[in-house]
């Protein structure tokens, strides 16, 4: 059973950084691709970051790419989003998920996690 704790949300001032971090067991985590995904007040879930877990490429959303970097840590069965420059639009709860399937999966809009499931998420509230 796939389960991920994501940790390391807070307030922050616009123009600082946060490291969210995420916790995953249950399963063998260097064969899943990754990814971070973001639910805005009001809205719905959206695309963050996601990387191959072959390649370790990454690919962005553009609206944080630049500033945000996505990680992970094999031996540790960790996954990181390191977010610089924050700006209030970052405001949200950040969810991150593990998926066997290609890592390009998470890109499309209707991405739903293997097990149709969400973790618990970690709010980030960017204030002006």
């Known amino acids: 059973e796939v389960q991920l704790v994501e940790s390391g949300g807070g307030l922050v001032q616009a123009g600082g950084s946060l490291r969210l971090s995420c916790a995953a067991s249950?399963?063998?985590?260097?064969?899943?691709?990754i990814g971070w995904f973001r639910q805005a007040p009001g809205k719905g879930r959206e695309f963050v970051a996601t990387?191959?877990?072959?390649?370790?490429?990454?690919y962005y959303s553009p609206s944080v790419k630049g500033r945000f970097t996505l990680a992970r840590d094999n031996a540790k069965n960790m996954v990181y989003l390191q977010m610089n420059s924050l700006k209030t639009e970052n405001t949200g709860v950040y969810y991150c998920?593990?998926?066997?399937?290609?890592?390009?999966?998470?890109?499309?809009?209707?991405?739903?996690?293997?097990?149709?499931?969400w973790g618990q998420g970690t709010q980030v509230t960017v204030s002006a």
């Open positions: 998920v593990a998926d066997p399937r290609s890592w390009t999966t998470l890109m499309y809009s209707d991405y739903r996690p293997p097990d149709g499931t």
């Open positions: 249950g399963f063998t985590f260097g064969d899943y691709a």
């Open positions: 990387m191959d877990v072959n390649s370790n490429r990454t």
